[in-house]
T-cell receptor, first 112, second 111 residues
Framework: NAGVTQTPKFQVLKTGQSMTLQCAQD?????MSWYRQDPGMGLRLIHYSVGAGITDQGEVPNGYNVSRSTTEDFPLRLLSAAPSQTSVYFC???????????FGNGTRLTVT | QQQVKQSPQSLIVQKGGISIINCAYE??????FPWYQQFPGKGPALLIAIRPDVSEKKEGRFTISFNKSAKQFSLHIMDSQPGDSATYFCAASMGDNDMRFGAGTRLTVKP
């Protein structure tokens, strides 16, 4: 049972480049979400999904796109990377809205 | 603006002491209040959670106190141990909207 798997673990991008952060869970959870973690800011919600085909914006959605074509996968796309997107990104999933969030181990992204 | 405000930013406690971390929220629609613990290089993991119809919940050395009228909740770690040294996040959620987190508290327990 792998839980929530994020790839890659580390990534360096140049300004303007695009990339996709991958997230997969094997717990058949309906809820999935993406957070970014910055020093002194805690975890801020980027986008979330309550099931396949349904996504919604969180607190800081600008510059990011998501889609949810299957229950298992929830990729996060950076359309045109900016230095302000340098952060640690966490994907999480949960069974229901008052169930615990299960986090992946994060992707550390640096944009130069 | 941050929907959940957490303090202090950092906390140093002697082994065996009590660690106390406080959180406050504005939105009375929040109905689930968990605390997460994060070690370096790892994602956060659920420590303990409470719903607003309960004023206190205890699990081992960890206790959540909840004050609905003041819109505040706190985490107490009794008999703090060096292994408790980590970053702690309070959080709150409502309906189908996903969880909102506080800024985090870095706890150091000195031996």
């Amino acid at each position: 049972n792998a839980g929530v798997t994020q790839t890659p673990k580390f990534q360096v991008l140049k300004t303007g480049q695009s990339m996709t952060l991958q997230c997969a869970q094997d717990m058949n959870h309906e809820y999935m979400s993406w957070y970014r973690q910055d020093p002194g800011m805690g975890l801020r919600l980027i986008h979330y999904s309550v099931g396949a085909g349904i996504t919604d914006q969180g607190e800081v959605p600008n510059g990011y796109n998501v889609s949810r074509s299957t229950t298992e996968d929830f990729p996060l796309r950076l359309l045109s990377a900016a230095p302000s997107q340098t952060s640690v990104y966490f994907c999480a999933s949960r069974r229901g809205r008052t169930s615990p969030l299960h986090f992946g181990n994060g992707t550390r992204l640096t944009v130069t | 603006q941050q929907q959940v405000k957490q303090s202090p930013q950092s906390l140093i406690v002697q082994k065996g002491g009590i660690s106390i971390i406080n959180c406050a929220y504005e939105n009375t629609a929040f109905d689930y209040f968990p605390w997460y613990q994060q070690f370096p290089g790892k994602g956060p993991a659920l420590l303990i959670a409470i719903r607003p119809d309960v004023s206190e919940k205890k699990e081992g050395r960890f206790t959540i106190s909840f004050n609905k009228s003041a819109k505040q909740f706190s985490l107490h770690i009794m008999d703090s141990q060096p292994g408790d040294s980590a970053t702690y996040f309070c959080a709150a959620s409502m309906g189908d909207n996903d969880m909102r987190f506080g800024a985090g508290t870095r706890l150091t327990v000195k031996p």
